[in-house]
């Protein structure tokens, strides 16, 4: 213990427990509260450079008998291990950093994350030995200090010790009496007892923890502890897990792949993100960083392009053909934003188009390189299309694609299209509708739910506009787990009967809109359709 003067707001704080009969949690929680710790006051007890193996510093600041203050020191990284408190009864725990703060329950021999959140710096909280919790650092660059105060009246010191730690990965409750650490040595182990069941993020998470502390520990040439590196990777990322993720999602969401569960959901998405960390992280030392993007271009087929080609596009492109009396044998098609060329080989294998009248667009390398075994297609911005290169019979448009630029550029681009396509040539293509969320799933699966993609979607205002924003996670199993965490994208939703202004003040020839999944017209005043997607067929 560090013998140095306690400052002033530390010393109320010890001064107002010695002088109480009957402590409880409130009480201390209101004793911190009013003396006013500053992140300053605790330096002294500073430990960041503790050892990689430890999961925090800790040092005991002051010890009164019956309680225990103890400073600790976060560094960019550092989680506890799941823990109780041993033989405390009540205490407080303040933190001065964006401390990440998980509670749990074990109930039935099962455990369960109940929450995950990030603390305020300055927040309090109250702990007992009913409390079983995480703390943690995830800053990039950032360390923090938190104060623990921990009270038994019935004991003389070793206030925290017999602490459980759950070690969820070999299924033990471990009993210590020192930091409760992830990956404990062997000699900081008194005894091993029976542990509950994890659901599944709580497995995850428990797992890429203990994973990364052991990778920290290995690099700095500390490691001590027994557990293997290499088991628990082929653990975390065992394609076995698959029906584990699948009965998770099954409990969260309904028939439609809506959610039901949010707050369930919202912690399933962290904790597969911080899983697709851990693996980007790993496949990069061993210098394989995989363009996730691209990969995420190999899955697209299964999630979005046969789905919706099923759906309604393919529909849509032999209503368009038919009703517009196009003669596929002879016009020239442009796609702009292919994707990966899904559709447009279908129009080659079972609408008649041929090969070499059909040419594909998208900004996305990762797309191309697939789209280019489909048909003939390159890498090409539609913002940059050129009239002075050749104009087209017909121009396509798949899946919503100028709504993924900014609203700044959409009359762009309707230009933009207008000017490369042949006098009495037309534009055909499906947008989405600005309540388009009502129907939007939150998971899509494979046919063989091999691949499985997370969608977390939510309406902002920017500039006055509304956009649909979503994050992506998609999880594929194949010869093992792959979890890529493909951050968020935003699609503009401009009401419908604008769109149709756009097109009809640049298109000289007539402008219908379809509902895309029924083909019904739409009324001019018509806010929205009943499937939320819409198609557009304008001649120049």
Request: hydrophobic fraction near 35%; charge should be negative.
């Amino acid at each position: 213990m560090n013998t140095m003067p306690l400052p002033k707001s530390l010393r109320r704080i010890v001064d107002a427990i010695h002088s109480s009969q009957d402590m409880h949690q409130r009480m201390i929680r209101q004793i911190v509260q009013d003396a006013s710790v500053q992140p300053e006051d605790l330096e002294p007890w500073t430990d960041f450079n503790h050892s990689a193996a430890d999961s925090y510093g800790r040092i005991l600041t002051y010890d009164g008998g019956f309680f225990e203050v103890m400073v600790m020191s976060w560094c960019p990284g550092d989680v506890s291990a799941i823990h109780d408190h041993g033989y405390t009864q009540w205490g407080a725990v303040q933190v001065f950093g964006p401390a990440e703060h998980a509670v749990f329950l074990v109930q039935d021999e099962q455990i369960r994350t109940l929450s995950r959140s990030f603390l305020r710096p300055g927040q309090i909280l109250s702990v007992g030995h009913q409390l079983i919790h995480q703390m943690g650092n995830l800053c990039e660059n950032t360390n923090f200090l938190s104060l623990h105060i921990y009270g038994n009246y019935e004991r003389t010191g070793e206030i925290t010790a017999d602490a459980r730690v759950f070690d969820l990965d070999e299924g033990k409750i471990q009993r210590t009496d020192g930091g409760v650490f992830q990956a404990l040595p062997e000699q900081d182990i008194k005894r091993r007892e029976p542990g509950p069941e994890p659901d599944f993020c709580t497995w995850l998470r428990n797992t890429v923890d203990i994973s990364r502390r052991v990778l920290r520990a290995m690099d700095a040439g500390v490691y001590q502890s027994s557990k293997d590196f290499e088991r628990l990777e082929a653990s975390l990322f065992d394609v076995n897990r698959k029906e584990m993720l699948l009965e998770n999602l099954d409990e969260l969401s309904d028939e439609e792949g809506r959610v039901e569960n949010l707050t369930g959901w919202k912690l399933l998405c962290n904790e597969l993100g911080e899983a697709a960390n851990l693996q980007h992280e790993l496949l990069e030392r061993e210098g394989n960083g995989e363009d996730f993007f691209a990969r995420y271009a190999k899955l697209y087929d299964d999630v979005i392009g046969k789905p919706c080609l099923d759906e309604f596009i393919a529909k849509d492109l032999h209503f368009f053909f038919s009703n517009y009396n196009i003669d596929l044998t002879r016009q020239t098609i442009l796609s702009v934003g292919c994707g990966t060329g899904i559709v447009e080989r279908y129009m080659i294998d079972e609408l008649g188009v041929p090969y070499e009248h059909l040419f594909g667009i998208d900004i996305s390398k990762g797309m191309i390189q697939v789209a280019a075994e489909r048909i003939h297609a390159e890498v090409g911005d539609l913002l940059e299309l050129d009239p002075d290169l050749g104009l087209w019979d017909v121009v396509f448009h798949g899946l919503n694609v100028f709504q993924y630029l900014d609203h700044h550029y959409f009359d762009e681009c309707v230009r933009k299209v207008a000017g490369i396509i042949k006098p009495g040539g037309y534009f055909v293509g499906d947008f989405i509708t600005p309540d388009h969320i009502r129907w939007y799933p939150n998971v899509m699966y494979s046919q063989d739910n091999n691949v499985v993609s997370l969608r977390t979607p939510q309406l902002v205002e920017k500039e006055n506009c509304v956009y649909q924003r979503a994050r992506i996670i998609n999880v594929e199993f194949d010869d093992k787990m792959r979890i890529a965490d493909e951050g968020s994208y935003e699609r503009f939703l401009p009401p419908i009967g604008r769109v149709r202004h756009y097109f009809e003040k640049t298109f000289s020839g007539p402008v219908d809109v379809y509902d895309a999944v029924s083909l019904e017209p739409i009324l001019p005043n018509a806010d929205t359709c009943p499937s939320t997607r819409y198609l557009v067929c304008a001649r120049n």
